[in-house]
């Protein structure tokens, strides 16, 4: 590797890149990081600042520049970004104009720190020689930021887990863009929204699952019918032998009605995945407003606690109920 990057950081995991480093330059904004790293992610870690002002190659462009700071403003409650060179309230852990730490390592040091730390993949525990890496709970947004007159404070007391994904996502979405992508309402969506305690859209997406679930019951009791005239220790060819030679014995309408559900199944998935982060949004703000106007100061901890956060037994509930209920319903009728 050329010395050209010695010093800078991979915007992946965050750690030093030294001279004999391979590093790979991401085309579009020329963040540096580790061939490894960027294969593992597949697209470049600051990714996510592509087209807007915080682009790697325009924030690392940027010097501090001092000539616009009058007496007034350059008080001792101020200071001074090492990135971005925007004047920011002093004490405050993170730059909420571009995410830099201003109390790392490298707080003082313009061009050290790495983007990405309000990314998917930020909480990445280690920097630069095993130390640990400060993580912006509010993902680089103001505590006083407001989407949909909700402070970003509060939104990160409600949310309590990932916050530093789900605060900037919700700031992005807006009655015009109610679009993402959550890979774990895609992968998970019942229990992702019942572990994230937004008990309606949960409900009925269980519902919708719990339904496309029967449709495979015709094909499973057809199977089961035809592996009940194979001999003891039949094997899997075995099995697939009698299938094919049975296959109109089965019939179309078993199949289909199967391909059908698996085809339903995927578009659920889908809409979660895409309109989830949307949901839950909807469902925070909507539940922090109701808090804050009926709950007292003294209480608001305790509402946040019952009505926000996460719940993993609602999560295991919801997987169990799910995974177990085609299996009792085949015992049933089988």
């Known amino acids: 590797m050329s010395n050209l990057y010695e010093g800078k950081t991979c915007q992946i995991c965050h750690s030093y890149l030294f001279d004999d480093d391979d590093v790979v330059v991401c085309p579009t904004c020329g963040a540096p990081q580790h061939r490894d790293c960027y294969n593992s992610l597949g697209h470049c ?26 007496p ?20 405050t852990f993170f730059c909420p104009y571009c995410g830099n730490s201003l109390n790392g390592p490298n707080g003082n040091q313009p061009g050290n720190q790495p983007l990405g730390n309000t990314g998917q993949f ?36 409600f949310v309590a887990v990932n916050t530093q994904r789900y605060i900037p996502k919700f700031f992005t979405l807006s009655k015009e863009k109610k679009t993402s992508w959550n890979w774990a309402a895609f992968l998970f969506p019942h229990g992702w929204l019942f572990y994230r305690k937004d008990f309606k859209p949960a409900i009925l997406v269980s519902i919708l699952m719990l339904a496309i679930s029967i449709t495979s019951l015709p094909l499973n009791i057809a199977i089961s019918s035809i592996a009940g005239t194979l001999p003891l220790g039949y094997t899997q060819l075995d099995m697939a032998n009698a299938l094919i030679a049975n296959i109109n014995t089965i019939g179309l309408f078993p199949i289909l009605l199967t391909l059908v559900g698996a085809v339903v199944s995927l578009t659920v998935r889908i809409i979660c995945g895409i309109y989830g982060d949307w949901w839950y949004k909807q469902f925070t703000i909507e539940s922090i407003k109701s808090i804050n106007s009926n709950s007292l100061q003294e209480d608001r901890a305790a509402a946040f606690s019952k009505k926000g956060r996460v719940s993993t037994l609602w999560l295991f509930i919801a997987v169990l109920a799910i995974s177990w209920f085609p299996t009792i319903i085949n015992m049933i009728i089988i």
């Open 122 to 157: 930020s909480g990445f525990p280690f920097g630069a020689g095993f130390a640990p890496m400060p993580v912006d709970p509010l993902g680089g947004v103001s505590p006083d930021a407001t989407t949909d007159d909700v402070k970003a404070s509060d939104i990160k007391e």
């Open 72 to 91: 007034e403003n350059s008080k001792e409650d101020n200071t001074i970004c090492s990135r971005c060179g925007r004047l920011v309230i002093k004490g």
């Open 45 to 70: 870690g600051a990714e996510s600042y592509h087209g807007t002002e915080r682009q790697y190659d325009k924030v690392a462009n940027q010097t501090v520049d001092t000539s616009n700071i009058s």
